[in-house]
């Protein structure tokens, strides 16, 4: 199994700036490609950014987020950060953490969430 755990969530006003980060762990296994999904009240899931091991970014294909949003990651700790700025209220959303990885034992594994980070951008 692996461990997520998110954190830096909260309420800001629109053009602040957040940043979430997001901690894997787990033993006997690799952490891969890891990313930041949404979730606003009545709607989808969606794909906010992903990056791989190598550290090769994905961003959702809208313009909703490009420009303003920024994945990094540090694979010494299994950590990922993202730096959200110019916040706007369509931004509020619960921001999930998605984590694969690679067992030693099993091969590829997951996806695993975490339970959730809620942003919410003041109207």
């Known amino acids: 199994q692996v461990r997520i755990v998110e954190d830096g969530g909260g309420e800001v006003q629109p053009g602040d700036s957040l940043t979430l980060s997001c901690a894997a762990s787990?033993?006997?296994?690799?952490?891969?490609?890891m990313g930041w999904y949404r979730q606003a009240p009545g709607t989808q899931r969606e794909l906010v950014a992903s990056?791989?091991?190598?550290?090769?970014?994905?961003?959702a294909e809208s313009e909703s987020v490009k420009g303003r949003f920024t994945i990094s990651r540090d694979n010494a700790k299994n950590m990922i950060y993202l730096q959200m700025n110019s916040l706007k209220p369509e931004d509020t959303a619960v921001y999930y953490c998605?984590?694969?990885?690679?067992?030693?034992?099993?091969?590829?594994?997951?996806?695993?969430w975490g339970r959730g980070t809620q942003v919410t951008v003041a109207t």
């Open positions: 787990g033993s006997g296994r690799d952490i891969t490609t």
């Open positions: 990056i791989s091991e190598t550290g090769v970014a994905d961003y």
């Open positions: 998605r984590v694969e990885s690679v067992s030693i034992h099993w091969g590829r594994e997951g996806p695993f």
